[in-house]
């Protein structure tokens, strides 16, 4: 089988929720599985000296306009949180948590319904109470995942993936990666599709 | 007839560069007409508190890459000129002298030289003498122009245009405006594809 695509993001990035509604169904018309990675856009954003696209004049206005349009453009519920960005690492921790103590699939799972309590009903999850809230409505162990979170062990996991997303040229979110060639944004589908279904152009 | 689509671009924007290849079609297909505006990507990012995408550690790379693959995807020739990016006020200046004092269509047709001037032979229109040469390679009076880049009335009638840019919210090139919806980008093509043919989504 053809080499996983890889897929990293940051649970605060809209485009990101929009591309992991898509993602599954891109790898299965390609016989690809997807890797998923956690990571956070804050240390992305320091090392590319970037800052989130809400926090300039103009685009602030342009991005929350967009992140609507185009989620109706591709017929997905968008309803942005109060708190915008917000901070994600909690929520990561557990993905890793799932990634490595249960499977990939278990922390897809958590990555969808952490995506979707953010951009679809406004759940803060940077907020310790609704995170432990969401982790027992999607099954998991809440104290358990509270645990995690504070753990060094899973803080350590976290870091190390940030790191290897900076390794990997990462500066935005979503950041897609085909067979070595990176691909940053939900607007990169068509190409993306494209390079999968015909190879390098 | 439908109101105009709007065009803001800088002749130093590469994506703007590929837009402009596709846009006169996009229009004839929805029986619309395009009104270019030249300005200056300088003014709009200190309003925004922006820098150009090449001048960010890692979005400098991607961004080289995705220049040229994004030609390649749409099958346009590419070849980034050795400065980058690059002053363009005198060429900015030189397509409003031939927008009011010939036609719209004349500063199009200068437009589209320029355009492919600086991407696809790398030539560098900051410098007056290569400058000069491209004007009496398409039709200008080469003297003319450059006491046009010269001369405070087209310094002011740039300078306008850049603060409309400012006022209409733009911070980034390509810039289109669609019945007064407005797109970032050449990946929003298809966003605006489909706003032309079925109207707000």
């Known amino acids: 089988?053809?080499?996983?695509?890889?897929?990293?993001?940051?649970?605060?990035?809209?485009y990101s929720y929009l591309v992991n509604e898509w993602i599954d169904a891109l790898a299965a018309r390609h016989a690809r599985t997807v890797e998923r990675h956690a990571v956070l856009l804050g240390v992305?954003?320091?090392?590319?000296?970037?800052?989130?696209?809400?926090?300039?004049p103009l685009k602030r206005e342009y991005s929350m306009r967009d992140f609507a349009r185009s989620a109706r453009f591709e017929g997905l519920p968008i309803?942005?949180?109060?708190?915008?960005p917000l901070p994600t690492q909690n929520a990561a921790r557990v993905f890793w948590w799932q990634h490595d103590t249960v499977s990939p699939q278990a922390a897809a799972d958590w990555a969808r319904a952490a995506f979707r309590a953010v951009?679809?009903?406004?759940?803060?999850?940077?907020?310790?109470?609704?995170?432990k809230a969401l982790a027992a409505e999607s099954g998991l162990d809440a104290d358990a995942a509270e645990a995690v979170w504070n753990d060094p062990r899973w803080k350590a996991r976290l870091k190390s993936e940030c790191d290897?997303?900076?390794?990997?040229?990462?500066?935005?979110?979503?950041?897609?990666?085909?067979d070595g060639e990176p691909f940053w944004g939900n607007d990169r589908k068509v190409q993306i599709e494209r390079w999968l279904s015909q190879g390098p152009f």
């Open 1 to 14: 089988m053809a080499a996983p695509i890889h897929f990293w993001f940051d649970f605060s990035s809209p």
């Open 44 to 56: 992305t954003f320091q090392v590319a000296e970037l800052k989130s696209p809400v926090s300039h």
């Open 79 to 84: 309803r942005m949180p109060q708190t915008f």
């Open 119 to 131: 951009f679809t009903r406004g759940v803060l999850i940077n907020e310790p109470a609704a995170l």
């Open 164 to 178: 290897a997303a900076v390794a990997g040229g990462m500066f935005g979110a979503p950041w897609i990666v085909v």
